[in-house]
């Protein structure tokens, strides 16, 4: 199975609806960042509400970074995501585990917290990147990334996020859907979409008992002819390189540097987004000092 991103428009032009299951994203991200349940929810639930507003809003090789930062344990979640359907993620606190709600089910709010911002901001390859910022409104991030896209995007919208995980930590499925409203759509049309999303079951639900996008589709738009568009590889992927680390090292200061070489002979880098290491030997710090001079 590859997760995919189902598009779809409504043939009356009134609604663009998206489907995603994203769980091998969130089973990888699971594991390198060895994330506990809470913090693979709330980071599961983050990447796949950014890969969903990512795809529906930028072009070609456009890119957003997702800032969502609570009062809860799991601290910041950082999420960057284009519109070729990659993403990457970290969590500050990824061993948060928490009990669950009284219905079962894992209490991300109490792990987000509920006062706080949701940020994205978007290089568009403009001189200033565009940032859209909103405060938390629930912190159970699908209806946050639903404010946030009434609010800074003008696209009324509904968005639900799943993420579900097994009792040993693992994730079992995740995914998750956006229905954007168009102009023209009317209030018994908006409300035939708000009835069906209180008759479906949990997202991750459906996908545990293997429901395609299509499946989902059909029940978030019961009752509105769709027209199907594309269907789009979604992944987790990371741009990181040793180079790009160098880079990084280069804007350190002269002193700060040989420090590295006097006390450690060299240095070692990890990526925050894959756990990625890169070893730095005396030598090459060296020839980054030389080239800073």
């Not at 669950?100 to 509920?114: L, M, N, P, T």
């Not at 090292?249 to 894959?274: R, W």
Request: aromatic share 6%; glycine share 8%; with cysteine.
């Amino acid at each position: 199975m590859t997760d995919t991103l189902t598009k779809a428009v409504s043939t009356n032009g009134k609604f663009r609806a998206y489907v995603v299951n994203a769980t091998e994203m969130i089973q990888e991200v699971q594991k390198r960042h060895d994330t506990w349940r809470n913090s693979s929810a709330a980071l599961g639930r983050t990447m796949i509400g950014s890969v969903l507003v990512a795809t529906s809003t930028l072009k070609d090789d456009e890119v957003l970074t997702t800032r969502l930062q609570g009062d809860g344990p799991v601290g910041a979640i950082i999420v960057d995501a284009d519109a070729q359907g990659n993403a990457k993620g970290y969590i500050t606190n990824p061993h948060v585990s928490l009990k669950a709600r009284e219905d079962g089910h894992i209490d991300v709010k109490a792990a987000v917290g509920s006062n706080g911002t949701l940020s994205i901001t978007k290089d568009q390859h403009l001189k200033t990147p565009f940032t859209g910022s909103v405060p938390l409104v629930s912190g159970e991030i699908g209806m946050d990334f639903a404010y946030y896209m009434a609010k800074s995007e003008q696209i009324p919208s509904a968005i639900g996020v799943s993420v579900f995980v097994k009792p040993n930590e693992t994730v079992g499925a995740a995914g998750g859907f956006l229905v954007q409203t168009m102009p023209g759509a009317s209030d018994d049309d908006i409300s035939k979409i708000e009835s069906n999303l209180k008759e479906i079951p949990n997202l991750s639900t459906l996908l545990n008992e293997g429901l395609s996008n299509k499946d989902v589709m059909e029940k978030v738009m019961k009752g509105i002819d769709m027209k199907y568009l594309q269907d789009m590889p979604v992944q987790f992927k990371c741009d990181c390189s040793k180079e790009r680390f160098s880079k990084s090292l280069a804007t350190l200061s002269t002193k700060e540097l040989q420090a590295m070489i006097d006390e450690n002979q060299g240095a070692e880098t990890i990526c925050k987004f894959c756990g990625n290491k890169y070893e730095f030997d005396a030598d090459e710090l060296k020839q980054i000092i030389a080239e800073k001079n």
